[in-house]
């Protein structure tokens, strides 16, 4: 009873534009109404329909009003309950690498060594000789942990170098030809802040971890523009599905130019915010300068960092060995004095920087870096963020409210990582793993994505890890760590607001208020009132980006 109390003075108190005030500046073309609106606005969490002008929303209240301003070439949705939310803000993507994986071998989820083997052979038969083989997503944990080797694929890739990485992105598999093509050999030293794995006689297993990666990345040629752009379109489409209408994207600057290429042409339809590595911040300070930080729809001005690798690899920097390594606290893939150097530097241009932490003692790491740097520059809206913040020390979380470092976390990971993570740091340490409930209770912003190629770019999926926390075995029917769950109302912030305020974009996005952009997404039933463990059966419906409608699963006829 309380909830429709609140609802209904919500309802009252929404901005609604009057007829006369609908008469300038062009005519409503989309309106959605009979909706249950969840606004994002703690001022006005509730209303029932929403309308168009232009790219901006130009009304959001009761089905009533916003009928009045939709005139006979308005394009009304009748949502019939269906829930309308802000669109959805991805705040960790890969976005071109992501939609190279559409079209790649996927291994994520064999099951088997030989299965392992079989994908790849069949998928080699379906390129020309000397295609190299990439993407894959593998995940050792399927068939019981043990790592893959070059002697698994060899005889199926006689023709193909072949460079398929874990699902974490952290290491990959080469084959003998891409060794070759790489250089790597037994005489090969050791890679700082990266691991040649190497079998009881000293050669290389054809796994190389984080930095080690680079000796083999360095040999792959480059995609043709072309097939960069058609990734990028894949990945728009596809996230589009999912009801994901602005990425946070952490590349490099060959992904800068496939997005300045789609913009120029007007291909755009995510709106995308472009990080690049920390390390070049003086070279993205000279490109702001040069040609400003962008629009609505492509947006530069973020760096992104390594701190350490990741819990999966063995690489994540903890403070403790891991359990089931006692010899192996991780790897820093970044000297902590680079970390500040580069974090000074940015910060003093006014750029932001977002840092990549999985372990704890990374996390703590970097919280060190950032507050130093805080202290030297001096106040500013800043905005630091860590990436990911998975592993935290229990005296570490306070920190990140105190400092005011938004916490960019993806709660399918947990879900996932559940189901094995225990064995790795064990239990007492998985108390301050995706500690989404007590970051929040410190006061923290904690800004969800999907770090997509690695894990699935699917909101739904997310808030569904967020409040269960079921893993995907089965094994945690009332949830992996509970005491970490939170609420819908929560994850669905952390997925819009929260979002928006980790790029600056609050202005514009994250909820749903007349004057912002018109970026929002119908799903086929109320979250908020549907049984927490349904929440991943949802569907979205329909999926409006600056007005224009990008994803419809069903046309919607006009009543």
């Known amino acids: 009873m309380r909830r429709v109390a609140v609802v209904a003075l919500a309802l009252a108190a929404v901005s609604v534009e009057s007829p006369a005030q609908a008469a300038g500046g062009g005519d409503v073309s989309l309106a959605v109404v009979n909706a249950r609106v969840w606004t994002g606005n703690p001022r006005r969490p509730w209303a029932d329909a929403v309308a168009v002008r232009g790219d901006r929303l130009a009304a959001v209240g009761s089905s009533a009003e916003v009928r009045k ?12 309950g269906q829930l309308l939310v802000p669109g959805f803000v991805d705040a960790h993507v890969h976005f071109v690498a992501g939609g190279f994986r559409l079209a790649s071998v996927q291994l994520r989820d064999a099951r088997t060594p030989a299965e392992f083997t079989a994908r790849i052979r069949a998928f080699a038969a379906t390129v020309p000789k000397g295609t190299w083989i990439q993407g894959g997503d593998w995940d050792h944990e399927g068939w019981g942990g043990s790592l893959p080797t070059r002697q698994w694929i060899d005889s199926v890739t006689p023709d193909h170098p072949v460079w398929v990485n874990r699902l974490d992105g952290h290491m990959a598999l080469a084959n003998s030809a891409a060794l070759r093509a790489a250089g790597v050999t037994r005489e090969t030293a050791d890679v700082a802040g990266g691991t040649i794995v190497r079998d009881a006689a000293g050669e290389p297993t054809g796994v190389l971890k984080d930095n080690a990666m680079g000796l083999v990345d360095r040999v792959v040629p480059d995609a043709p523009p072309a097939l960069a752009d058609r990734a990028l379109d894949a990945a728009m489409a596809y996230v589009a599905r999912q009801g994901v209408t602005t990425v946070h994207h952490m590349g490099g600057w060959d ?3 496939v997005f300045d290429r789609a913009h120029a042409a007007g291909r755009l339809r995510t709106r995308i915010h472009a990080a690049v590595p920390l390390s070049t911040w003086a070279r993205l300070r000279d490109t702001v300068a040069a040609r400003g930080r962008g629009d609505a729809w492509l947006h530069i001005g973020g760096l992104k960092g390594f701190v350490d690798g990741s819990l999966g690899s063995h690489t994540a920097a903890m403070l403790e060995p891991f359990t089931d390594a006692p010899g192996d606290r991780g790897l820093f893939v970044t000297p902590p004095e680079s970390l500040y150097a580069w974090t000074k530097g940015a910060d003093a241009a006014g750029l932001q920087v977002m840092v990549h932490a999985i372990g704890d003692a990374a996390i703590r790491t970097q919280l060190d870096v950032f507050a130093r740097v805080a202290r030297e520059n001096g106040p500013r809206d800043r905005r630091f963020r860590i990436e990911h913040a998975q592993h935290v020390a229990p005296a570490d979380i306070p920190r990140f409210g105190a400092l005011g470092v938004i916490a960019s976390m993806q709660p399918y990971h947990a879900i996932d990582d559940g189901r094995w993570a225990d064995r790795v740091i064990g239990p ?8 989404f409930r007590a970051l929040l209770d410190a006061g923290a912003t904690v800004a969800f994505g999907s770090d997509w190629f690695v894990a ?14 079921r893993t995907l075995d ?8 509970p005491s970490q769950k939170i609420t819908v109302d929560e994850a669905l912030r952390a997925y819009t607001r929260a ?8 202005a514009d996005r994250g909820t749903l208020e007349r004057g912002k952009l018109a970026d929002f997404v119908l799903i086929d039933r109320d979250l ?32």
Do not use: M, N
């Open 255 to 257: 992904d800068l130019a």
């Open 428 to 435: 007492e340490r998985a108390q301050g793993t995706y500690a």
């Open 69 to 80: 301003l939709a005139g006979p070439t308005a394009r009304v949705v009748d949502a019939a």
């Open 474 to 481: 089965g094994a945690h029917p009332d949830g992996w760590v």
């Open 528 to 559: 908020t009132r549907v049984p927490p463990e349904t929440i991943r059966d949802a569907q979205v419906v329909l999926t409006v980006v600056g007005g224009r409608v990008v994803y419809e699963r069903a046309a919607a006829a006009r009543p």
């Open 499 to 506: 979002g928006a305020h980790a790029a600056f974009d609050e």
């Open 456 to 469: 699935p770019p699917t909101p739904l999926e997310g808030i569904y890890a967020a409040v269960t926390r």
